[in-house]
Each structure stands twice: as structure tokens, then as C-alpha cells.
């Protein structure tokens, strides 16, 4: 199975129980967790409403599927930034948000950037950003990504490819991608990564 296929399909099985433990964290960090769930309470609605129109039997199945795509990236972005936060970890280490304004001043930022995400939203705020990259050394490497979730798979897979050393700032999360999400070389885990694969499977 390919790398990027694996990696989303993993975050999928795993979603409950990693929502299981972010919501069950106490103090700051479970407070910083519910945050970033905050966004899937739409999710159900967007559930909820499909599932009303699909028993009126009034509802356009493109409009559905794209309703459920989403949902789907949202969910995963979530647990990703999540994941972040539950390690004691910046999400924003890893996913760098610009406002498409001054094309000079993403430049300069994705220069000053040794590895990452960039997410470049348009002025008006809409869902739909204009770009998703992965920058590594201060250079795009790819970019014109599908969602947020793409682009953490395709930096781990460069990242365990190139078997470049995980950033510091980002060393756990990394160790949850690799070792708890794709099964490789789990072996030997952080004391952190075991407390969370203890976590996951009670």
C-alpha cells in the first residue's frame, strides 16, 4: 500500500480512539485539545443534515460526497494538530498559516522555514485554501496539495525517505507518525509515544 494511502487510512481507523484521549486530557492541554475538536462539532451537523435529506430523499449526491470529503479532511487535520498538542508539541511547528496578502511576505517566511506546512488562505476567509505546501530547508518542494492531512503524510514520507532527522520542536510527533500510525520500527518508543499507545489501546 503506498505510503500517503496508508498514513490516511491509519489516521482514519485510529480517529475515535485518539479523540477518545484527547478528550479525556485534563488541564491546559485538554483545554488547547477541545479547541482544535471544536471544528468536528460542524462535522455532525454536516452528518446530521445528510442524514435528513437523504431519508427525504431530497438531497444531490454530489453535494453529499463533497460534504463527506471534507468532513473527512477536517476530522483528519484535527487529530494531526491534535496529536501536536497532546505531545506538548506547537501544531504550528508543523502547519503555518498565511493570509494571502503580500506574496513577499509568505516568501520570506517559507524562507526562515527549516521544515514544514504552509497553508496560504485567500483574503475573504474562505474554507477552500488557495495552497498547501511542505517546505523543507526554506525551499517549496511541493506544493498544490488536496488538504492539510496529504501534506503531513507526504512531509513524513519525505522526512522517513530522505531519513532526514525529525526537527526537535516536532520529535514526538513524528515518533507517533512513524511508529504508532505506520508500524514502523516500533520497536523502541519515547516514554511519551508508549503513555499514548497505552492510552489508545485500554
Known sequence: MPLQSR???????????????????????GRRLQNILEPMAQVR?????????????NFNKMLLVTLCQDDVDLVRECIIKGLC???N???????TEHVATDEGVIQQ??????????IIKSRDASDSPEDIGIVLEGQRVLQDLDNCAL?????FG?????????????????????????ELEGNSLSKKA????NRLYE
Open 7 to 29: 498514513f490516511l487510512s491509519q489516521i482514519d481507523v485510529l480517529s475515535d480512539k485518539f479523540i477518545k484521549v484527547f478528550k479525556e486530557r485534563g488541564g491546559q492541554i
Open 45 to 57: 451537523k454536516n452528518f446530521n443534515l445528510c442524514l435528513q435529506f437523504r431519508e427525504n430523499n
Open 85 to 87: 498538542v497532546y505531545l
Open 89 to 95: 508539541e506547537d501544531p504550528s511547528n508543523l502547519m
Open 109 to 118: 517566511s517559507i524562507e526562515e522555514t527549516t521544515m514544514g506546512i504552509y
Open 151 to 155: 501534506a503531513a503524510a507526504m512531509l
Open 158 to 182: 519525505l522526512m522517513y525517505t530522505l531519513n532526514l532527522t525529525y526537527p526537535p520542536e516536532l520529535m514526538y510527533t513524528f515518533e507517533v507518525f512513524q511508529k504508532l500510525v505506520m
Open 194 to 197: 508508549l503513555v499514548l499507545k
